[in-house]
């Protein structure tokens, strides 16, 4: 009883430990950003390429809009920094109940994985979706009308579109978690593959502009991120295992599927996508 409630107390104070961490690392990335401040609206302002109004820079119509743009540009680095942290710390609790092997493949594939996931979505969306939509969206008037964009519209667009492709990049990683649990088989997978097509160019119509090229550069990567994660749920197929190694593999597995599933739901509420943001 004592020993339980020793280790017991061990855990509770590496969950404290981690989540001061957490926070420092929000804190600082949140102050970094703030004191960054105009690089990181440059940075973000660059796809549009001076067509957000008469002088190439967005408008604000309000005395708290640009306060309350850069607030949530702050934030929203903070999160965003603080994300690798968040990862690893999560990792490190679970490090006393896991087996060499299973430790080497969460630091060494699962964690360096996610988040090669994730700064491609933001590159892909950065350098090739925004220039594109942008360009499409802001020169349709031309010659009719003259754009005026405020600062906080620009910035809700930048942002949903960037999160909303890190969460698309995740899929192969999804595929193979999903494979590796039993959820979906590989072989299920492959038999929806001819379906695949179609989905990715309906939701790509569903949150792009109606423009042949930007629909077309998003559903293209989605179908190949599809077929890296076939790849990938062939690979995390279960094999031949004792029966309590299984279901204690299975278990740490789905607590990880479980903080990554509510990590993307987080993430699309936070885009205002599921009526949050």
Same mark, same amino acid.
């Given at each position: 009883m004592a020993t339980n409630r020793t280790a017991l107390q061990r855990f509770s104070g590496g969950v404290r430990r981690q989540l001061l961490w957490i926070l420092i690392s929000f804190g600082v990335c949140t102050a970094l950003?703030?004191?960054?401040?105009?690089?990181?609206f440059a940075f973000l302002l660059a796809p549009s390429r001076g067509m957000l109004g008469p002088n190439g820079v967005p408008i604000f119509?309000?005395?708290t809009e640009m306060f309350s743009a850069? &607030? /949530? %540009?702050?934030?929203?680095?903070?999160?965003?920094?603080?994300?690798?942290?968040?990862?690893v710390g999560f990792s490190r609790l679970?490090?006393?109940?896991?087996?060499?092997?299973?430790?080497?493949?969460?630091?060494?594939?699962?964690?360096?994985?996610?988040?090669?996931c994730a700064f491609a979505g933001l590159a892909f969306a950065y350098y090739a979706l925004l220039p594109v939509g942008l360009n499409f969206l802001l020169g349709f008037g031309a010659g009719i009308a003259t754009p005026?964009?405020?600062?906080?519209?620009?910035?809700?667009?930048?942002?949903? &579109? /960037? %999160?909303?492709?890190?969460?698309?990049?995740?899929l192969p990683l999804m595929m193979y978690a999903m494979s590796r649990l039993r959820v979906v088989s590989h072989q299920r997978m492959r038999r929806i593959r001819k379906f695949v097509p179609f989905a990715a160019l309906f939701f790509a119509i569903m949150i792009t502009p109606p423009d042949g090229a930007t629909t077309l550069i998003i559903a293209l990567p989605l179908t190949v991120?599809?077929?890296?994660?076939?790849?990938?749920?062939w690979m995390g197929r279960p094999r031949e295992q004792t029966r309590r190694n299984s279901l204690r593999m299975a278990l740490i597995e789905a607590v990880f599927l479980s903080v990554v599933i509510a990590g993307v739901v987080a993430i699309l509420w936070y885009a205002g996508v599921l009526g949050g943001g």
């Open positions: 950003t703030w004191y960054y401040r105009e690089g990181v119509t309000a005395p850069t &607030m /949530l %540009l702050s934030i929203t680095g903070g999160i965003i920094g603080s994300l690798p942290m968040v990862m679970l490090i006393p109940f896991l087996l060499s092997g299973e430790r080497r493949f969460i630091f060494w594939f699962f964690l360096p994985t996610a988040l090669l005026m964009i405020r600062i906080s519209e620009y910035m809700g667009l930048v942002t949903r &579109m /960037l %999160l909303l492709m890190v969460v698309a990049f995740e991120l599809y077929e890296v994660g076939l790849l990938l749920a």
